[in-house]
């Protein structure tokens, strides 16, 4: 099937969600004690719900230690998931074996965040774009070769360059390797983990200005993990907020930039330098640190750093309820 046949394949089937998240939660045991019994969870991800569209990009923002990671990486099953389901094309992968989620790796692909550490350094360029092609037997001798010289030349390489180690190359280029790579075996989604957080600026918008052109030509599907909001509000259709492991709000981006309803995306909305020196904006500045995930706080568990918080913030955790087409809250006071 030709490149245009397959995104117009794609496009035709938006009608239903190419990928559901339900209740999805994530806890990592901590162990201590001479037995090293169970003492405690680090609360990581917690009750996530969500969809994503065929040919949609998805924006997951939030500050440092929110979880967005560990989400990306549970949907993959990357890491297994403590709870909750996850559909792909109405298949719940977190009950499939391992030899049954091997075939559904080829649809579900990841972008690694740091370019230097997700590559193998022992390998060429050529083997490790190529490499998934032999695991999944898709191509192989010189097809596999004309594969991956075509990639390389789609993420602005050169096919020369295959023959070349993954420490001959800058960090924008070890970058366009890894999409390279997340490419080779055609995927249907990915899992973009702040592909431009360890680049320089200038090359950041490059990257993402790559990944709005393969969006375009192979009609991906793209879960966008970011902490730059401005980065996050050019490539994506909707923006999805979390906080220490839950969701505070989702809607479409214009949306979300234009009228943010949640206290936490306004604080972080509010940090986004404006281009224009004319313009002012009044700054939220959020008191202290997010607190640990180990023993996250009752109620809102943005409660403790919420400028507008109520005493009874701590006795409800607020779900999270649509309050127009498409734009949803997790706040009991809005």
Known sequence: MSDMARVDNRKTNSTKPLLEVKNLQKYFPIRGGVFSRIVGNVKAVEDVSFSVAPGEVVGLVGES?????????????????????????????????????????KEMQIIFQDPFASLNP????????????????LAKGREKEAKVADLLERTGLSASHMRRYPHEFSGGQRQRIGIARALAVDPKFIVADEPVSALDVSIQAQVVNLLQDLKEEFGLTLLFIAHDLAVVEYISDKVIVMYLGRIMEIAPAKELYANPIHPYTEALLSAVPIPDPTLKRERILLQGDIPSPINPPSGCVFRTRCPIAVKECADVVPPLEEVSPGHFKACIRR
């Open 122 to 137: 022992r390998m060429t360029v050529g083997d490790i774009i190529g490499e998934a092609l032999t695991i999944h037997r």
């Open 65 to 105: 230690g929110s979880g967005k990671t560990t989400a990306g990486r549970s949907i993959l099953r990357l890491i297994e998931p403590t709870a909750g389901e996850v559909l792909f094309e109405g298949v719940d992968v977190t009950k499939l074996s391992k030899n049954q989620m091997r075939e559904y790796r």
